[in-house]
């Protein structure tokens, strides 16, 4: 290891101050606190939300009840439906207006989020490599197919509770409706809408909902969004009225839904709540096939491939009613298809009774027969242990055109097997199939957070995305060792982490830059650093569970995740929240140097010695090298010239320097005596904080026998200066290395700074040949054969 060694003689004071970290001066550019606390930022505790992050003794919260029919029209791919919501006022404020949420008018032409869409930028068209960077077909197509689509809501009535007409106000995927008088304080008020919309198909025009048509003509149809949905009042923002623009996704009420939804006959469905009538749309062997499954140890086929095949061939002209009710959810979706397959097993433990189910075209068998619902049973299982036991009836799985999208109880999934076109047979990816089993543990996990949890999705993405996905990470972790992740490791994030094209964490959902890193990943990879880092796993794991419980069905804010995380587990995460939820610092520690500062044993005989082996292990200067035994000197060929000083040199010990030491030892007591014969060795090692985000230090210390240390130095490391410290360490024999972050637990985005000494960056380059002269054959590429249209090359 390279370092400068220096032998130092302290004085008692020092020895006693060596034990201590040492500080650098604060730089000259003004004093950086990366430590001053976040109250400034956050808003003022009130008896509504308090101080701890707690819901207060004044909390509140509106409700929402639902009571709607709607009918499917599958040839038209339409719905239509009239519903009555009775709205509660649990604020303290009257209402003279309510704001309901008309979602699907993001699909009208003239919508907001068409006319404000553009491109990532004219060179990525202009100078596309490959079809990653440039215009693609499907991208052209939704463009086109959304400026002719006839989407969004068309509403035929707004009525109150005595059917008298009620004005309403339509601005873009918002509605405001007045009332006839104000809606006071501790009231409440009933009102009917009816509608009717096209649905789009969700390949062509994408979406968090939609229709697929499969080759065989019929038809699966994932519905969400589908209904008029008040839009929610709460106490720190009022009317969360911000416009549906696609990205920030949706802040809702808590209430009771009663939906009955007509179908095709043949079709099954999937829902948010019990069925209410199972006996008028299922038969008796589904029926018993249920009940089975309450209690199976395996899911149990309620629905067979082969009945779902047969009933692809034929398309019924009559209808059925299926009948839903759920309690205290946020939002209601749901699925219908005659092509599903339906499986289903019961998972009881604590509180939790619930009846985990996927449904599913053939084309997801066989990896969605295998891997759904079991993937839901484990998601239920391990976020339980994380926050609250599951309290809704059933859990669902469905597969469709909508690749990973979340309601209460329901959630659409994508991934499926590929056939052959040739040989007709089925697989699937490595990636599939993981896919599979973590947008399923995603999804399903939602239901913990935002659908209970319930945080304003439209304000703060990564509320219910960061969070969630930090607990699908720890599910992943439990389903198999060596689970192949694609976000959440802090090393996974460092490339984001030192890019310069991104937002704050804490930036409202419509504006995030590079959303799936932003709202995903890096709130992720923070809560991991927090979890195995900062805290350890029984103060967060404590912590994260006392918000979850704290608030379930209600709105927490990001201020009260922060509150109740420092409550919690007794920790000040200011710097911790500040760092990285509000800034775009990343995490760069490099050490630039080491000193070795061993203690001097004041003892001449000794020191001296040293202060020659220092001397005498210098490098021989290049003039002594070739003089040596080719240079005449006068002082050899007469030796009488030598005296005194040509036997002693400057590390001669005289006996003045032995009394003198003699006198100090005898002034010493037995206990500075023994101190001064340990033998330790210091080191004073210079830290730099390059990235910006302070950061614990993870010392990996490894000394001369080849035994290894970690050190573990928490944050505060940094309180004096954030940019540059000076750190003591104490071994007991000399140390040979040090390596900061040896485990990459901190996101650290340049490890090549993080050892002493530096360590060679392996790589590998690749060589090729170089292309013919000649450029392009004009004259050769004329003369080739002209195959026949549409023949495809061979493989």
């Known amino acids: 290891m390279t370092r400068l060694i220096f032998r130092a003689s302290f004085g008692l004071a020092a020895l006693g101050l060596a034990v201590s970290a040492l500080a650098a001066e604060p730089a000259n550019t003004g004093f950086d606190d990366k430590f001053r606390q976040l109250e400034e930022m956050l808003p003022t505790p009130t008896t509504i939300r308090t101080a701890s992050g707690a819901p207060g003794a004044a909390y509140w919260q509106q409700r929402a009840d639902y009571s709607i029919r709607a009918t499917l029209d599958e040839s038209r791919r339409t719905l239509s439906g009239s519903e009555t919501i009775t709205y509660h006022n649990n604020s303290p404020d009257a209402l003279s207006y309510l704001w309901v949420q008309l979602d699907q008018n993001i699909y009208k032409p003239n919508s907001d989020t068409r006319l404000t869409a553009t491109v990532p930028s004219r060179e990525a068209w202009a100078n596309a490599k490959d079809a990653d960077a440039g215009l693609k077909f499907d991208g052209l197509r939704s463009t086109l197919e959304g400026q002719a ?164 061939k034929v398309r019924s002209t009559a209808l059925k009613t299926w009948h839903f009710r759920a309690k205290n959810v946020r939002d209601f979706a749901f699925a219908s298809s005659r092509k599903f397959i339906w499986d289903a097993q019961g998972y009881k433990k604590d509180s939790t009774d619930v009846m985990a189910m996927s449904f599913y075209p053939k084309e997801g068998n066989p990896l969605w027969e295998k891997y759904s619902t079991q993937a839901i049973i484990h998601t239920i299982d391990q976020y339980n242990k994380y926050s609250f036991d599951y309290p809704y009836p059933t859990a669902i799985s469905v597969n469709g055109p909508v690749g990973g999208m979340e309601y209460p109880m329901i959630s659409f999934n994508g991934p499926r097997p590929v056939k052959d076109k040739k040989t007709g047979a089925i697989t699937y990816s490595k990636q599939s199939k993981y896919g599979l089993i973590s947008v399923v543990i995603h999804e399903v996990g939602h239901n913990y957070f935002p659908m209970i949890v319930n945080s304003d999705e439209r304000q703060w993405s990564w509320m219910d995305e960061g969070l969630n996905s930090f607990v699908q990470y720890l599910a992943e972790q439990a389903w198999e060792e060596h689970y192949p992740q694609s976000r959440g490791e802090p090393r996974s994030i460092t490339g984001y982490m030192r890019s310069r094209n991104q937002v704050p964490i804490m930036t409202n959902s ?203 130095i928490p944050a505060e490391v940094w309180r004096y200066s954030s940019k540059k410290i000076t750190k003591l360490i104490v071994t007991d024999e000399p140390m040979t290395g040090l390596t900061q972050d040896p485990y990459w637990e901190t996101a650290d985005t340049d490890t090549s700074n993080n050892s002493w000494p530096r360590k060679v960056t392996p790589s590998r380059v690749e060589l090729f040949k170089g292309r013919a002269p000649g450029g392009e054959d004009m004259m050769r590429d004329f003369g080739t054969k002209l195959k026949p249209a549409g023949e495809k090359p061979a493989e």
């Open 149 to 312: 689509f006839e989407g969004g809501f068309n509403i035929g009535a707004v009525k109150d509770g005595s059917g008298r007409p009620l004005r309403y106000v339509i601005n873009r995927t918002m509605m405001r409706i007045d009332l006839p008088q104000p809606l006071k304080a501790g009231a409440r008020v009933a009102f009917s809408i009816e509608w009717n919309y096209k649905i789009n198909e969700q390949k062509v025009l994408g979406g968090r909902a939609g229709y697929e048509q499969f080759d065989d003509k019929n038809d699966l149809f994932e519905i969400a969004q589908w209904f008029p949905r008040m839009a929610a009042y709460y106490d720190t923002y009022g009317w969360q009225h911000k416009q549906f623009l696609g990205s920030g996704e949706f802040t809702l009420e808590f209430g009771d839904y009663d939906v009955q939804i007509t179908v095709p006959a043949d079709h099954i469905v999937a829902s948010t709540g019990d069925l209410l009538n199972p006996d008028a749309v299922l038969s008796a062997t589904q029926r018993e096939r249920l009940r089975q499954a309450k209690t199976a140890k395996a899911p149990v086929i309620i629905v067979t491939q082969a009945e779902a095949e047969a009933a692809e």
């Open 510 to 712: 419509e504006s995030v830059l590079q959303f799936g890193s932003n709202a995903y990943a890096k709130p992720t990879a923070a809560l991991i650093v927090l979890r195995e880092t900062v805290l350890g796993r029984e103060l967060f794991d404590f912590a994260f569970r006392e918000y979850a419980q704290r608030w379930k069905f209600k709105r927490p804010t990001p201020a009260d995740f922060f509150r109740t995380m420092e409550d919690a587990s007794g920790t000040d995460l200011d710097w911790f929240w500040r760092g990285w939820f509000y800034t775009i610092d990343n995490v760069d520690v490099s050490i630039d140097g080491i000193t070795e500062m061993n203690l001097s044993s004041k003892n001449p005989e000794v020191e001296q010695a040293w202060k020659k082996a220092q001397r005498d292990a210098q490098p021989i200067s290049i003039t002594d090298q070739r003089n040596k035994g080719t240079l005449p000197r006068r002082l050899d060929a007469h030796p009488e010239l030598k005296d005194f000083y040509n036997e002693h040199d400057e590390f001669t010990v005289t006996n003045k320097d032995r009394n003198k030491y003699n006198e100090s030892i005898s002034e010493l007591e037995d206990w500075q005596k023994a101190l001064l014969a340990q033998g330790k060795h210091l080191y004073l090692v210079d830290l730099s904080n390059v990235g910006g985000l302070v950061t614990p230090l993870v010392l990996e210390i490894t000394l001369a026998s080849g035994k290894k240390t970690i050190e573990r």
